[in-house]
């Protein structure tokens, strides 16, 4: 895995969330379409790329809070909103190496999250609950140990508290649980392969309609 | 299956060695005898002593070696220093098991009892005796009326098919008291104390073939190797039910850690997926441990989540329900049909749909009769929460609904909460437990809580 061995030979604790979701990508997760930049004729080509609307991001190992910081700038609907968005960002995080990526907007108000950890004793173990800003404050997730089976996973998703969130509301479908699962098979798969990852943040994973796409990711390695 | 035949025979034994057997009721080489000899034990007891030419009526020996029969099954009370000893002297006697009761070990704060249990180990293993404890109050086996423990009174628990294995003696002592309390029946009460070499997970085959077991119940705290358990467990997914219990979850997410995941994978939420995963079913309290294992050895499992809620009053049926939502059960509505009987059954102004309140039909008990009746049969219904406390009006009610209940035999299962004052409705109440007609538990909450426990298990071991 080129990534991987790029950023442990630059004895980095984390990939940036492009790297993140090129991984993810590799085992046929889905995340949203995007394309990195360092400069305005490379945003401009990307913006073109895209298309509206989309969102432009600070990118780089190791950046946290980047909605606190106002490094992300969503529902960018043309060309002048967007090489400006470019330029704010680029002019906050130049000094630490950064770069943007030019990203689908992927609209859906179901946020959740998949994750991976290691547990001293059970070893790599696979996380399912409730994402964005209330994975930490409502705590509404379940854990299986890897591997992990599609039973496990439909178990999972059925554990959480906010499981209704998955079923046909509110004008929105259902969502793909076939498709979750095999996230969730998937994301237990990498802790099993790959020693040198540590834990795994995929949040939000926003059902877009019925179909998941990873909006966010972070990959944390073992030194 | 060297394991499993060991422990076949250390808990079928012809003839037991108390090792440290004494006359003094200081020492527990006492109780261990008299929990032998009083708990109806009719192999052969052969107290081991040097000091003594007969304990408690039975001719001693003065060490193993001196012994001239064979041993099957060692009950060790003596110092920890002089236990390698005796597991040599076990050694050359081929004992295929030991039962440690002398602490002093691995729980002991100084590192040289670590080491010593290691020592332990490697001579077991060399030996290939199976060695329950050490640092254990011992173990019983009801229906070969061995009673291998300090304590005699575990004898008089009712033989029956529920074992307990925990990794804590206060435990086991307080759920056999319990069981005894609730006349529930024990088959197995084992101790797995510093678990030299037996653990969890190697005495979990065994007691799945165990034709004696009919339900496994665990008391957890910590384990060294929790991949073993689910394995195990795994390995036997819903050949017999298995509950646990565990305790020692305070330690949280690494709080420091990167990622929100490694944030908020504690010890507790990461133990409570593997455990499910293995098809081991988790509860909250000791209660519930009880509880649970009992209603799985006697109750079927929900097909569905749809439970009807029949209560004699209001309130009970209420807080029945709360539990039953927050359990992810569902208080669904019935068929046409059924509703159709109910709603003839009962006067207006009555709450007739699922909640339903029997209270206005306390006089006509054939009314509440009507009611359980059609609800039975309702196929949109998976499960039954019946619930009636006694008043002088509806006295009645569950003689007029016995027979009801017994022919019924749990098709869906019948979780009860019928409470009177003491001897009204206790004996009557008994007795369709005894037929499996019903479950009974003291509380609505309770009664909702096994539903919901048993639906749960049911999914894990689809």
């Known amino acids: 895995m080129d990534i991987l061995e790029k950023a442990l030979k630059e004895g980095r604790k984390t990939l940036s969330e492009h790297e993140s979701k090129e991984l993810l990508r590799t085992y046929d997760i889905p995340v949203t379409r995007e394309i990195e930049a360092a400069d305005e004729t490379q945003a401009l080509a990307a913006i073109h790329e895209i298309g509206f609307p989309l969102v432009i991001k600070a990118c780089a190992p190791d950046l946290s809070h980047k909605t606190e910081r106002g490094l992300v700038r969503v529902d960018i609907r043309n060309e002048e909103e967007a090489i400006s968005a470019f330029h704010e960002?680029?002019?906050?995080?130049?000094?630490?190496?950064a770069t943007v990526l030019v990203q689908e907007m992927v609209k859906g108000p179901r946020e959740l999250v998949v994750g991976l950890t290691r547990d001293s004793q059970f070893g790599p173990c696979v996380m399912f609950g409730l994402g964005g800003i209330f994975t930490e404050i409502l705590r509404d997730v379940s854990f299986r140990v890897a591997?992990?089976?599609k039973r496990d996973a439909l178990e999972m998703m059925q554990e959480i508290k906010a499981r209704k969130i998955l079923e046909a509301i509110r004008g929105m479908p259902a969502a793909d649980l076939d498709r979750l699962a095999e996230i969730l098979i998937k994301v237990g798969n990498i802790g099993l392969e790959e020693e040198s990852i540590k834990e795994i943040d995929i949040n939000p994973l926003i059902l877009w309609d019925s179909q998941p796409v990873a909006v966010d990711a972070l990959v944390v390695l073992n030194p | 299956m060297e394991t499993s035949n060991n422990l076949k025979a250390l808990f079928n034994p012809e003839a037991v060695a108390v090792i440290g057997a004494s006359e003094n009721p200081e020492k527990l080489g006492y109780h261990v005898m008299k929990s032998l000899t009083t708990g109806g034990f009719e192999g052969r007891i052969i107290p081991v002593n040097p000091g003594s030419k007969e304990i408690m009526g039975i001719p001693s020996s003065p060490s193993l070696g001196e012994f001239p029969g064979s041993i099957d099954l060692a009950v060790v009370v003596v110092p920890a220093g002089v236990v390698p000893r005796i597991f040599e002297d076990c050694e050359h006697k081929a004992v295929k098991g030991i039962v440690l009761i002398t602490a002093g070990f691995k729980e002991i704060d100084d590192p040289s009892g670590a080491q010593q249990q290691t020592a332990l180990a490697q001579i077991a293993q060399r030996a290939g005796i199976s060695v329950i404890g050490p640092n254990t109050f011992g173990m019983i086996n009801l229906h070969g009326n061995l009673n291998a423990s300090f304590t005699p009174e575990f004898s008089l628990a009712q033989k029956g098919g529920l074992t307990l294995v925990s990794q804590s003696g206060g435990i086991s002592h307080l759920l056999a008291f319990m069981a005894m309390r609730q006349g529930v029946g024990l088959s197995k009460i084992v101790g797995l104390g510093n678990r030299l070499n037996i653990d969890f997970a190697d005495i979990l085959p065994y007691l799945i073939e165990d034709p004696e077991t009919?339900?496994?119940?665990?008391?957890?705290?910590?384990?060294?190797?929790?991949?073993?358990?689910?394995?195990?467990?795994s390995a036997h997914r819903g050949k017999k039910p298995i509950v646990a219990f565990k305790t020692g979850n305070s330690e949280t997410g690494d709080k420091a850690s990167l990622s929100h995941t490694g944030s908020m994978a504690g010890n507790q939420e990461v133990y409570e997926g593997a455990l499910r995963q293995a098809g081991i079913l988790r509860v909250e309290s000791i209660q519930s441990l009880l509880d649970m294992a009992r209603a799985l050895a006697i109750c079927p499992r929900p097909e569905g989540p749809r439970i009807a809620v029949l209560t004699g009053q209001a309130g009970p049926g209420m807080a029945a329900c709360d539990i039953c939502e927050a359990e992810g059960l569902k208080i669904s509505p019935f068929k046409p049909e059924t509703q159709g009987i109910i709603n003839g059954l009962l006067p207006p102004l009555a709450i007739r749909t699922n909640p339903v309140d029997m209270g206005p039909a306390w006089y006509d008990s054939s009314s509440i009769h009507g009611i359980i009746e059609a609800v039975m049969e309702d196929s949109?219904?998976?499960?039954?929460?019946?619930?009636?406390m006694f008043a002088s009006a509806n006295g009645e009610a569950v003689a007029n609904i016995f027979d009801l209940l017994v022919e019924w035999n749990q098709k869906k299962p019948v979780i009860t909460c019928l409470v009177s004052p003491p001897g009204v409705w206790d004996g009557q109440v008994g007795d369709l437990e005894k037929a499996g007609a019903i479950f009974d538990l003291p509380t609505p909450e309770r009664a909702a809580k096994v539903m919901a426990g048993l639906y749960h298990y049911g999914k894990l071991v689809k």
């Open chain 2, 214 to 233: 009919e339900v496994i119940a665990l008391y957890l705290e910590g384990l060294d190797e929790p991949k073993r358990l689910m394995a195990a467990a």
């Open chain 1, 147 to 149: 591997p992990i089976e």
């Open chain 1, 89 to 97: 960002i680029m002019k906050e995080v130049k000094d630490d190496g």
């Open chain 2, 380 to 388: 949109n219904i998976d499960g039954i929460l019946l619930l009636m």
